[in-house]
């Protein structure tokens, strides 16, 4: 294959993408083997979403290293609302570009989705994908990252891919895809992997699903009548959060209670007009809260694992977050995919490093030298892969 997209890596990826076209559970995979193919590092994110303008709105088909609560957040305040979305909206059927040519990038960051979602994770730019349209929704494809590197190979492997993703989903449509709506239903809230709490104006509990009632009695959240109770500042934040007028749409917080391991949350302002499926149950929530075990492992261990055993930065971050202490499981929570895509990435650092063992990476990689040389630049060190 001319280019700079590998026929293997290319083959690889289409194989996977037609394979979620009959089980969609299978599409985080196909997209986190895009990201970790042809992606960069720190450039491992990918999102899949159907969205209309207006009103504004969304459903994740699929992504790559997107939480659960950023998924949610996502959803319920700037999907077909952003500049992004509503500039890409226009963007001819089977066309990529870079999110620079549809929108002016001083202007991107003083947009709300910009200060108050993807400045936290240092994302200004994208390859944005059209895939798709039905009346006024359109399917794109999302990959951010952040700026000043240098994506064409990402790019060439994204335009040459979109038709078989196009295909893929019309089939995956034919067979049975969910409504728009679903996403904010109370069935998929249920079963949602994150606990998830629906307050009223004054913090009221209107509804929690399964994880979330567990929240609640874990950390004693709730008084006798019901009331949600969280400390001051948070709880005065979250109060002026509630309101509309404020500027501010979600806020991240961290849930800790005696010698608890402490949990990652998301607060998110809730507009009444796109309850959508949460109508009956949520008719009065205004603030929906978003909770779950969120494993961090840091950027300097990510790029000294990568450099040290030739992986890419999504294999690194796995097998140092299994090198400290977590689990599989945990990596899926983390990055917002399945366990199938998890497996396909120890696969990858398994055949990398000549491990056949989970117990035999972690070993590996505790006893390799990437935590003392932090006085030195990672391109100094040594590979022991030859």
Not at 175 to 180: H, R
Request: hydrophobic share 45%; proline share 5%.
């Amino acid at each position: 294959m001319a280019g700079l997209v590998e026929t293997t890596d290319f083959n690889a990826v289409v194989s996977d993408i037609y394979e979620a076209s009959l089980s969609p559970v299978h599409w985080d995979l196909a997209l986190t083997g895009l990201v970790n193919r042809f992606g960069r590092a720190r450039w491992d994110v990918a999102m899949l979403v159907w969205e209309r303008t207006e009103p504004g709105g969304g459903r994740f088909i699929a992504a790559s290293g997107v939480h659960e609560m950023a998924r949610a957040a996502y959803v319920q305040m700037f999907a077909g609302r952003n500049l992004w979305s509503v500039r890409g909206h226009g963007m001819p059927i089977g066309s990529v570009t870079h999110s620079d040519h549809l929108v002016d990038r001083a202007e991107f960051i003083e947009s709300p989705f910009y200060r108050d979602f993807l400045a936290m994770f240092g994302m200004q730019v994208a390859l944005l994908g059209s895939l798709d349209r039905q009346s006024i929704d359109h399917l794109g494809l999302c990959l951010p990252g952040p700026p000043d590197c240098d994506v064409s190979r990402l790019e060439e492997a994204v335009a040459l891919l979109i038709p078989h993703i196009q295909r893929a989903v019309r089939i995956s449509r034919r067979i049975g895809e969910a409504e728009l709506a679903a996403a904010n239903s109370i069935a998929a809230l249920e079963l949602a992997p994150s606990a998830v709490l629906l307050l009223d104006e004054r913090l009221g509990l209107v509804y929690a699903n399964p994880h979330g009632r567990a929240l609640i009695e874990t950390f004693h959240l709730a008084d006798v009548s019901g009331q949600v109770r969280f400390a001051s500042p948070l709880r005065e934040h979250l109060l002026r959060l509630v309101d509309p007028a404020s500027l501010q749409h979600c806020h991240p917080f961290r849930l800790q209670r005696g010698g608890l391991d402490g949990l990652a949350a998301m607060a998110m302002r809730i507009d009444p007009d796109r309850m959508g499926g949460l109508s009956q149950a949520g008719g009065a929530a205004r603030l929906m809260v978003v909770a779950a075990h969120n494993p961090k492992v840091s950027e300097e261990g990510v790029d000294r694992v990568r450099e040290w055993f030739g992986l890419t930065h999504a294999e690194a971050r796995l097998a140092l977050l299994l090198a400290e202490g977590g689990r599989l499981e945990d990596y899926c929570t983390l990055r917002g995919v399945s366990l199938n895509a998890a497996r396909f990435l120890l696969k990858g650092i398994f055949a990398k490093t000549g491990c056949n063992r989970q117990s035999q990476l972690v070993q590996l990689v505790n006893a390799s030298p990437i935590h003392w040389a932090s006085g030195l630049p990672v391109g100094d060190l040594p590979s022991p892969i030859g």
